[in-house]
């Protein structure tokens, strides 16, 4: 029994040693005839293929003029900022241009304005007039009235727009169809959009105004901004 018990081991034992070289044998043998290339390279699949996929969400398309949502083909994209205290400065854009800015560096206290011609696009002119120091009431009521026909007049204020503004400007400006320019109050935040020689749409948005309030301002003795945007067809 013992002789035999021997011998049933010693077969197993061979059979282990024979089965690992073998193992040994057809190992080296592939890792000769294969790649060592194709072999990580596989390896690398089989990893990549227990990984997740992972899904990015695609980087937001930036409209003209920061608009929230495009506007149609053949036609205009217009936002107008008015400043808010000191340090935020009024800003008027249309088509992604900016008329009038701190980076354009031509905006100033009071009322600014900016022309564009309605057939181009195409800027005509942009001033500011300083509506605290000065006599310029006059010159912003000439200023409007010289537009030439089929324009788009774009205002915004910058700190204050009222304190010598006078009745010839604010005419001037009703008769585009302000509701507000008599409004005005000191340190108000005004933005307008008009149109001379046409119609704008109905739905347009013309004008928002925002009065300085101690208990409600959003600066030390300014209110906050206001902003008018939208889209105004080329016919």
Avoid at 2 to 31: D, E, H, P, Q
Avoid at 42 to 53: G, R, S, T, V, W
Avoid at 191 to 207: H, N, V, Y
Wanted: proline content about 5%; glycine content about 6%.
């Amino acid at each position: 029994m013992m002789v035999r018990a021997a011998c049933n081991n010693f077969m197993k034992l061979g059979g282990l040693i024979f089965a690992t070289v073998c193992a040994w044998y057809f190992g080296s043998l592939l890792a000769t005839i294969i790649p060592e290339d194709s072999l990580a390279s596989a390896f690398d699949d089989l990893q990549n293929i227990a990984e997740k996929p992972k899904l990015k969400a695609p980087l937001p398309k930036r409209l003209k003029c920061d608009h929230w949502s495009p506007c149609s083909p053949g036609s205009y994209a217009y936002r107008i900022l008015s400043g808010g205290g000191q340090k935020s400065i009024a800003k008027i854009c249309f088509e992604d241009q900016l008329l009038m800015s701190k980076e354009s560096k031509n905006v100033g206290r009071g009322i600014n304005v900016a022309i564009v011609d309605y057939n181009t696009g195409k800027l005509v002119d942009a001033k500011s007039f300083d509506m605290w120091q000065g006599a310029f009431s006059r010159p912003l009521a000439d200023f409007v009235q010289k537009a030439p026909q089929k324009s788009l007049l774009l205002m915004v204020t910058y700190d204050d727009g009222s304190s010598r503004l006078m009745e010839d400007a604010k005419k001037a400006i009703a008769d585009l169809g302000s509701k507000e320019i008599r409004n005005l109050k000191f340190r108000s935040s005004w933005a307008f959009i008009a149109a001379k020689g046409f119609e704008l749409p109905a739905d347009t948005q013309r004008e928002m105004i925002n009065h300085s309030d101690a208990k409600k301002n959003r600066y030390n003795g300014w209110p906050a901004e206001v902003q008018i945007e939208g889209c105004i067809p080329k016919n």
